[in-house]
């Protein structure tokens, strides 16, 4: 009665109500030829030890233990116990998306830890309590800032996730928008220069990644300064928040947004996730999504409040900001509970050892004959590598030894035919990247790469290589 709930008797009962005999009679309508004549092909009964014991063999072979270099969004950090412990209590549970209706204070009160969470870790004065993931979160945070500017014109830098882009382009393709995508230069950083020129077409909202796609760390105050300057809005997307426990927060800009995945939630094979939005006080009216605010009632004591609704429920629909989901949170609060836990010196200690993993393996990948760092911007826990001609079969040698080297950068990028994408977190171990480092050099000494003809000199006097 375990796996199977309802007992011969409740069958019947369910059979009389629809005015049938037997299951045999319900499924008359159906050809013969498609109904099942025969019992299935499954092993006998099992106890549960041996259930258990099934999959767990079942899990091993179809997904072996591999070691991940992936990043590029989604990024695999240690998820302490405790997160799924609390996550799991039955009065998160039950309010997963709540509506003002059945709100009850416990959930305001963690939405509300959450906002400030985020406030803190960006330098912004307002976060929103959460959104659908980093992708909608950037493109929320772009149609906040064309409703704040009041114009028709958007500059994307292409160093920005290509999905993020993709999501953008989506929402803004029968909205008589002006997109500009800005190319990025050869450090993987923005091209200023070209970001100049578009800023004389007059004022535009600029939507920038740091760290940016390809790994690179961007000069935001330098771009919030030349964009803010020709009178534009500066929204700064973070996919990999961790970063903003070591590095300067983007507080020249307006609105900062992104993806807090890396807090707590797991990777999941793609989602759920949850975004955040956080920007400057006096933008908090264009804020889209559930804001909680903290307040006291009539006897002094301390409670929450969904204010500042911007829901199509609460005001005329026209006016409304809601998007495809304003609120994720159950995932909101693991990553609250998350960083909770860690505290900002947890935090801090957490991003320091991010740092210098994939220093090191940057270090150790780049004196590889035949490898050589892709941008020369300065990085946090995820950089490219390029690898003349040898990409494939570097990746290829990689899965024979369980290790998922990372992602080729030509899937988004045609130029960048021969580079990978490599995130290290504090979930890897020296031993392995030292093995993925021999497994580069066994390769490449195997197959060495062709020999560099002479330099010839310019009409300048400076040697170019051929």
Do not use: W
Not at 35 to 59: D, H, Q, T, V, Y
Not at 273 to 279: P, R, S, T, W
Not at 376 to 392: C, G, H, L, M, Y
Not at 419 to 446: C, G, K, P, Q, S
Request: proline fraction near 6%; hydrophobic fraction near 40%; glycine fraction near 8%.
């Amino acid at each position: 009665m375990r796996y199977l709930p309802l007992s011969p008797g409740e069958r019947a009962a369910m059979l009389r109500a629809i005015g049938r005999q037997s299951i045999q009679e319900l499924f008359e309508p159906i050809p013969e030829s498609l109904r099942l004549s025969g019992p299935l092909k499954l092993p006998g009964p099992m106890s549960e030890p041996e259930i258990l014991e099934f999959f767990r063999r079942a899990a091993e072979e179809s997904s072996p233990d591999y070691v991940s270099f992936l990043g590029a969004g989604a990024y695999s950090h240690y998820r302490p116990v405790a997160v799924d412990s609390l996550l799991s209590r039955g009065e998160f549970f039950t309010a997963y998306t709540p509506y003002q209706a059945e709100i009850a204070q416990g959930t305001l009160q963690a939405m509300f830890e959450f906002q400030t969470l985020m406030a803190q870790l960006t330098g912004m004065d307002v976060a929103n309590a959460s959104l659908y993931d980093g992708s909608t979160a950037a493109t929320e945070a772009v149609l906040m800032g064309l409703r704040i500017l009041g114009g028709r014109r958007v500059l994307v830098a292409r160093s920005v996730h290509p999905e993020y882009r993709q999501v953008l382009r989506t929402y803004l393709q029968h909205q008589d928008v002006e997109t500009v995508e800005i190319p990025f230069s050869a450090s993987g950083q923005l091209d200023l220069d070209k970001l100049e020129k578009e800023l004389k077409a007059g004022p535009a909202c600029l939507l920038v990644q740091s760290p940016n796609f390809v790994g690179a760390l961007e000069p935001t105050s330098k771009i919030s300064g030349l964009v803010q300057g020709a009178e534009g809005l500066v929204i700064v997307a973070v996919a990999e928040p961790l970063s903003l426990a070591v590095v300067q927060p983007p507080t020249e800009a307006d609105i900062v947004c992104g993806e807090a995945q890396s807090f707590g939630v797991a990777v999941a094979y793609g989602g759920p996730y949850v975004g955040f939005l956080a920007a400057k006080a006096q933008y908090v009216r264009q804020v889209p999504g559930r804001l909680v605010g903290e307040t006291r009632d009539t006897e002094g004591r301390r409670g929450y409040v969904l204010t500042l609704a911007t829901r199509e429920q609460h005001i005329r629909r026209e006016k409304a900001t809601s998007n495809i989901c304003t609120n994720q949170s159950l995932c909101a609060l693991a990553a609250t509970i998350y960083l909770a836990l860690l505290g900002k010196r947890g935090l801090k200690a957490l991003a320091e050892q991010n740092l210098a993993k994939a220093h090191y393996a940057a270090q150790e990948l780049a004196a590889v004959p035949g490898v050589s760092a892709a941008f020369t911007a300065p990085f946090f826990n995820e950089f490219s590598i390029r690898a003349p001609r040898k990409v494939d079969r570097l990746l290829a040698a990689l899965g024979d030894e369980k290790i998922i080297g990372g992602l080729k950068l030509e899937r988004f990028y045609p130029e960048l035919k021969d580079h990978v994408l490599i995130a290290v977190t504090e979930t890897a171990r020296r031993m392995d990247l030292d093995r993925m480092v021999r497994t580069y050099r066994r390769v490449l000494a195997a197959d060495p790469p062709p020999a560099r003809q002479s330099a010839k000199a310019t009409p300048s006097g400076e040697p170019v290589a051929r």
